[in-house]
């Protein structure tokens, strides 16, 4: 039967690792996977996640399997993230293995109890929703979010996009540091957005990956607390694998609010067959690290400054990159990098463009023209910049 097989495309974000890791040139600078990185180009295990790594090692008693949805002094510690305080709604919360475990598991429960829904996710998205909904059997389509000429979030679009939603259909919005454009709504956006969401009875899915690494925690989370607040359902899928660094531990969650803790309880009840006959019940020790940093005041305090100090990296090198482009002399104007949030930024860089950083210079972006500022350091940037400057010349 495998004969019959040709070979599948490569994951446009994951398989740019793979040719990444392949390349010899020590020269390389990886702009491709969301992962960050710091001035000295490591993806560093942060110092709060290795002090309670040491407590776990000594506390931990057993590795008998987690329930279902995992432990319950996580599922609280994500509410606190996600509401501000973890009792604000009827909710409940599994924890899955990483934030596309929590979209996987969200598909599948979806398609259970409406399966005639269509997904609208926004135009562009982050290319593995469409597979993750496609796979799960629902139709996939785009909102207008991006003004590819202006740059800017096309809001008058996406509630044009909005209007031809049907009542029950599941609208996947980025809940901070929109994934590719790091362009987010503003408060008053975010305020109209789930007014139409109610009206036109939507389904708001909330992809919450970025939280901490965009305006700071709490800010971050306004767009997810303004259409909690307003709409009586709504799903979350959130990650720690940025906000913690705790990428490979897989780190992730599935929040349901509902309108009482009877409608919560049935509807988590069958969320969690679809998790026992998916992998069972969670992989602990990520989720150990984040429980046990968020439950001590020391271990929180040193946890904050170090997500504070990712977000400022982050800022400077946007702010490096626009002004080392311009000392090489590029004339197009690349400012609006400076607007935008987390980890991502639309360069405008063309397929070919990014095909010769990558052939020519050892530069690996993601087609699409996405970069992760992450990957910049003070050490790259002269060089990356000449490359950058030296395609866009043509
Ligand atoms: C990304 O968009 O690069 C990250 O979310 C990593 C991934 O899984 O694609």
Redesign the pocket.
């Known amino acids: 039967m495998f004969e019959k097989l040709e070979m599948a495309p490569a994951d446009p974000?994951?398989g740019l690792t793979e040719a990444f890791n392949d390349d010899p040139n020590p020269a390389k600078v990886n702009l491709g996977?969301?992962v960050y990185k710091d001035e000295t180009g490591v993806t560093p295990i942060m110092n709060s996640v290795r002090r309670a790594e040491r407590m776990l090692l000594e506390t931990e008693t057993t590795k008998s399997y987690l329930p279902i949805p995992g432990a319950p002094a996580y599922g609280e510690v994500v509410r606190a993230f996600l509401f501000g305080d973890a009792g604000a709604y009827p909710a409940a919360t599994a924890h899955t293995p990483g934030g596309?475990g929590a979209l996987r598991v969200a598909g599948q429960f979806l398609k259970k109890i409406n399966p005639d829904a269509t997904v609208w996710v926004s135009d562009p998205t982050?290319p593995?929703h469409n597979g993750i909904f496609g796979d799960a059997g629902f139709t996939v389509e785009k909102y207008t979010y991006y003004n590819a000429q202006q740059r800017t979030l096309d809001f008058d679009g996406m509630l044009t996009s909005m209007q031809a939603m049907k009542a029950g259909d599941i609208i996947i919005l980025h809940a901070c540091c929109h994934?590719p454009s790091g362009i987010d709504p503003t408060v008053e956006q975010w305020e109209q957005i789930a007014q139409v969401v109610n009206e036109k009875n939507l389904l708001p899915l909330m992809d919450f990956?970025y939280q901490g690494l965009g305006r700071g925690l709490d800010e971050d989370a306004e767009g997810l607390r303004i259409v909690a607040a307003a709409v009586e359902e709504i799903v979350v899928c959130s990650s720690f694998s940025k906000n913690f660094g705790l990428y490979k531990e897989r780190v992730g969650a599935i929040t349901l609010k509902a309108g009482s803790a009877e409608v919560v309880n049935a509807a988590f009840s069958n969320l969690k067959t679809i998790i026992r006959r998916l992998y069972s019940n969670p992989p602990a020790h990520g989720g150990a690290i984040v429980t046990t940093i968020m439950n001590d005041a020391s271990l929180r305090a040193e946890w904050e400054g170090e997500v504070a100090l990712i977000r400022c990296r982050m800022a400077q090198m946007r702010e490096l990159f626009v002004k080392t482009l311009k000392t090489k002399g590029v004339e197009r104007d690349f400012s609006f990098l400076m607007s935008q949030y987390g980890m991502f930024s639309f360069s405008g860089l063309n397929p070919d463009q990014v095909k010769t950083l990558r052939q020519k210079h050892s530069i690996y972006i993601v087609g699409s023209g996405r970069i992760n500022v992450a990957g910049m350091t003070q050490h790259n940037m002269e060089p990356l910049c000449t490359a950058v400057a030296e395609v866009l010349a043509g």
């Open positions: 974000i994951l996977v969301g596309t982050w593995n994934n990956a």
